[in-house]
C-alpha cells in the first residue's frame, strides 16, 4: 500500500509542477512551445491516473476520489488542436497566447480540480 500511495504521489506531484510552470509562463512564442509540452504532460498523466483507477479497486480513497474528476477533465477538455493552430498561425499573437494559456489554467481550476490534486498529494 505504501509504495501505491508513493506511485500517486509521484504523478500527482508531477501534475503540480507542470501547472506551476503554466501559471508562470508569459505570453511569448515560446512560451506557447512550452505551454504545449506542460499541457501533454498533464494530459498523459490524468490518463494514467484514470486508467489505473479504472482498473482495479482498493486504491487510496483519497486518490479514487480524484477518478471522476479527472475523467470529466479528459473528457471535456483538449487543447492540442487550438495549440496546435496557434503554433502554425498566430504564435506572434501575444494576446491569443494569453488567452489559451488562461483558458488552460481556467479548465485546470475547473470543479477545483488542482485544490484537490493538492490536497489528496498531502494526504498521501
Given at each position: 500500500?505504501?509504495?501505491?500511495n508513493?506511485?500517486?504521489k509521484?504523478?500527482?506531484?508531477?501534475?503540480?509542477d507542470?501547472?506551476?510552470i503554466?501559471?508562470?509562463?508569459?505570453?511569448?512564442?515560446?512560451?506557447?512551445y512550452?505551454?504545449?509540452?506542460?499541457?501533454?504532460?498533464?494530459?498523459?498523466?490524468?490518463?494514467?491516473?484514470?486508467?489505473?483507477?479504472?482498473?482495479t479497486?482498493g486504491?487510496?480513497?483519497?486518490?479514487?476520489?480524484?477518478?471522476?474528476?479527472?475523467?470529466?477533465?479528459?473528457e471535456?477538455y483538449?487543447?492540442?488542436?487550438?495549440?496546435?493552430?496557434?503554433?502554425?498561425?498566430?504564435s506572434?499573437?501575444?494576446?491569443?497566447?494569453?488567452?489559451?494559456?488562461?483558458?488552460?489554467?481556467?479548465?485546470?481550476?475547473?470543479?477545483e480540480?488542482?485544490?484537490?490534486?493538492?490536497?489528496?498529494?498531502?494526504?498521501?
Open positions: 500500500m505504501r509504495e501505491t508513493e506511485y500517486f509521484g504523478i500527482l506531484n508531477q501534475i503540480l507542470s501547472y506551476a503554466i501559471e508562470n509562463l508569459g505570453d511569448s512564442p515560446n512560451d506557447l512550452v505551454l504545449q509540452i506542460e499541457i501533454s504532460k498533464i494530459m498523459g498523466l490524468f490518463k494514467i491516473i484514470f486508467r489505473k483507477l479504472s482498473k479497486d486504491f487510496p480513497q483519497e486518490v479514487s476520489g480524484l477518478h471522476k474528476i479527472i475523467g470529466d477533465y479528459l471535456n483538449d487543447f492540442s488542436r487550438e495549440i496546435d493552430l496557434l503554433l502554425k498561425t498566430f506572434e499573437d501575444q494576446s491569443r497566447v494569453k488567452n489559451i494559456r488562461m483558458s488552460i489554467s481556467k479548465s485546470l481550476n475547473d470543479k480540480l488542482i485544490e484537490k490534486i493538492y490536497s489528496t498529494s498531502k494526504k498521501l
